[in-house]
């Protein structure tokens, strides 16, 4: 039996009882559930095994609600959302999906996490595309020469850009709005992987002039393992080839289960939307935990939570950098996000020793090649846990000498 839950309260873990680690700064790699998560999976395991396949109307209403919220969190019609398993799936059924030309160019970006570089790549393989990369991290550094380069590269006529909302090393809050400006402007369309963004950084896909965005449930969103979102504009996917689709591509694909004889055929039009991309049946547990934790994170607010975690990192990078870490955090606020990466005193080769150091005193953290990462979310609270940490810090540094 799960304790009943409280309302969700910014800087308040109670929501987490069983979290074992004195300070969980790990948001970037995976989100512990919270009792909210925990009690809508419960509750729809309870349903299948109460009701079984009685349930399946029930799981339909359950996702069609869950695209509503999705789409309402991230400024999407809900017809232009579409539930896939993780963000490496998203950026496949898009890249092997639009309607390209031999020798289109499609950039991507040098330092990324490779789930949105690998299926831009097969991509490029698959139909004749010329495939190209530019730093990320010239945004961080050297930005006005980083949009100088992208804007030579969109005269020379790219046909998409893809991009990860948030840097996943350094935390850098890419300018993508201002991007997507400039590819419009230039008949490009603009890609982006916002898991490390989704929850916990304001982002609107209607206001800011993305075209496609994805996102794995896991991370920021809070929710589980195998269950995110593709947010796909209506214009765009109406474009969509269907070099992916499956039976739950098709328009009223359910009918020959449910109406009785004579609507079993194979030439239903597809979907005309994002929607074409749930191909077949999905984890119906992930999508209830996932619905649980939007609900948290829209009650919070999403810029309550980015202005509640920005001044925990404010906090805590002060401490580092008096220590002798190097920050990598952008010195705009603008470039900030929900990630403090910084650099160990010893170097990039240092970082996965002070990620198990830290683990030790019950300080989640994670290592990305080389960087110490810093993520804390809503249930953070520097207050509680600040000293603590940089505390094991010291102890840390103290065994070193
Ligand atoms: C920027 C970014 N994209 C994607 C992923 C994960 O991709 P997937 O959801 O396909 O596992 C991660 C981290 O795991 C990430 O940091």
């Not at 380069?149 to 990860?164: C, H, I, K, Q, T």
């Not at 939007?294 to 920005?310: F, K, Q």
């Not at 989640?364 to 000293?387: K, Y």
Request: aromatic share 8%; glycine share 10%.
């Amino acid at each position: 039996m799960l304790p009943p839950p409280s309302p969700a309260l910014l800087g308040d873990r109670s929501l987490f009882p069983d979290l074992e680690a004195r300070a969980y700064l790990a948001h970037a790699a995976v989100s512990p559930p919270s009792l909210p998560v925990r009690r809508a999976v419960l509750a729809h395991l309870g349903a299948l095994s109460r009701q079984g396949a009685g349930y399946f109307g029930g799981a339909l209403a359950q996702r069609d609600r869950l695209r509503q919220k999705l789409g309402a969190l991230l400024g999407a019609d809900a017809s232009e959302v579409a539930l896939v398993s993780n963000t490496s799936l998203g950026v496949t059924m898009v890249a092997l999906s639009l309607p390209w030309r031999p020798r289109d160019r499609v950039l991507c970006f040098e330092g990324e996490f490779p789930a949105n570089v690998t299926p831009w790549q097969r991509a490029a393989a698959l139909f004749d595309l010329e495939f190209e990369l530019a730093s990320a991290d010239a945004f961080r550094t050297r930005p006005d020469e980083a949009m100088a380069d992208l804007e030579a590269r969109l005269s020379r006529g790219l046909r998409v850009v893809a991009l990860s909302a948030v840097q996943f090393q350094t935390g850098f809050k890419m300018p993508w709005a201002e991007i997507a400006r400039r590819c419009h402007a230039h008949g490009a369309e603009l890609f982006v992987d916002a898991i490390q963004a989704c929850g916990a950084v304001p982002l609107d896909v209607t206001r800011d002039g993305i075209d496609y965005l994805v996102s794995g449930g896991h991370k920021w969103l809070m929710g589980l393992e195998g269950a995110g979102v593709l947010v796909a504009r209506q214009a765009a996917a109406a474009r969509f080839h269907p070099h992916l689709a499956g039976w739950l591509s098709h328009q009223e694909p359910f009918r020959f289960l449910t109406e009785g004889p004579g609507h079993l055929r194979y030439d239903r039009p597809f979907v005309e939307s994002a929607r074409r991309f749930e191909v077949g049946t999905l984890s119906a547990e992930g999508y209830a935990a996932l619905e649980a934790s939007v609900d948290l994170l829209t009650a919070l607010g999403v810029e309550a939570i980015a202005a509640h975690v920005d001044s925990y990192l404010v906090a805590l990078e002060a401490g580092l950098v008096a220590r002798g870490f190097e920050s990598l955090r952008s010195p705009t606020a603008a470039g900030r996000s929900s990630i403090l990466g910084v650099i160990a005193p010893e170097g990039r080769e240092g970082a996965a020793a002070w990620q198990r150091g830290l683990a030790a005193h019950g300080v989640v953290t994670s290592c990305p090649d080389g960087v110490l990462r810093f993520a804390p979310h809503w249930p953070n609270n520097f207050a509680r846990e600040g000293a603590y940490v940089l505390g094991a810090v010291d102890a840390l540094l103290r065994a070193q000498r």
